[in-house]
Each structure stands twice: as C-alpha cells, then as structure tokens.
C-alpha cells in the first residue's frame, strides 16, 4: 500500500498567523510554504517519518515517482 501525506499540527496562537500569512498574498497552495514563511517568525518542531518518500509537488516528479514504483512491481 502506497501513501503521500502532508500532515501538520499547529496550536491555535499559529493557526491565527495563518490569516496574517494569507493576507499578506502568500501561496495558500502548497503547504510547506507557510512553514517556510512561519519559521523565521516562531519556533518550529518537525517529526522525522522514517522510510523512502518521494516528494511528489510536481508534474516532472509524479512521472519520476511512477517510474520509481512502477519498476517495484516488474
């Protein structure tokens, strides 16, 4: 079974920065640019999932990660 996630957990103090981060015409698009955009204004954590990951943000990179998975099943 194969799995992408994006999984972020903020307090309530970092979710009101949200709509600061919005407001401001920042990419509500792609999630990790507003823990780009968080980190220079408030302590981050991160939690290292182990295992092999492909990010997959593009279309160049899903065609690479379908290659990558589509050789596991030959």
Known sequence: TLAAIALYYYSPAVLSLL???L???NNP???GRFVQWLYTRKPV???QVKGKWLDIGS???LENADKILGSLNS
Do not use: L, V
């Open 19 to 21: 709509t600061t981060y």
């Open 23 to 25: 407001a401001a015409g």
């Open 59 to 61: 279309k160049e990179t």
């Open 45 to 47: 954590k991160t939690f």
């Open 29 to 31: 698009d792609q999630p």
